[in-house]
Nanobody
Framework: QVQLVESGGGLVQAGGSLRLSCAAS????????MGWYRQVPGKQRELVAT???????NYADSVKGRFTISRDNAKKTVYLQMNSLKPADTAVYYC??????????????????WGQGTLVTVSS
């Protein structure tokens, strides 16, 4: 009943910029915190940035000052503007959302939802 679809990944040179988007769809009642995480093969998934429904933000130290997270509640979409990209930012980026939705049986449910991931590659 809930789906997160990411877009905007790709290949960029060091120092360049990319903007990731993640749209939530389904029988959604409300969305609390939304965020972006990233994972490199062989390593644990790590937090990049989160944003609450009230637009309070939190960033990993490694991206502070370079990345900006934002959201459009009407569109159920979260964005990640990534500037001054470094090769160390190369990873699969995953969208996450704390979602309350109505199930097919009409019940109120909550879900820690994840997108399928989008690859960001930064060349040196």
């Amino acid at each position: 009943q809930v789906q997160l679809v990411e877009s905007g990944g790709g290949l960029v040179q060091a120092g360049g910029s990319l903007r990731l988007s993640c749209a939530a769809s389904g029988t959604i009642f409300s969305i609390n915190t939304m965020g972006w995480y990233r994972q490199v093969p062989g390593k644990q998934r790590e937090l990049v940035a989160t944003i609450t429904s009230g637009s309070s933000t939190n960033y990993a130290d490694s991206v502070k000052g370079r990345f900006t997270i934002s959201r459009d509640n009407a569109k159920k979409t979260v964005y990640l503007q990534m500037n001054s990209l470094k090769p160390a930012d190369t990873a699969v980026y995953y969208c996450n959302a704390d979602v309350a939705y109505i199930s097919s049986t009409g019940r109120y449910r909550t879900l820690d939802a994840w997108g399928q991931g989008t690859l960001v590659t930064v060349s040196s």
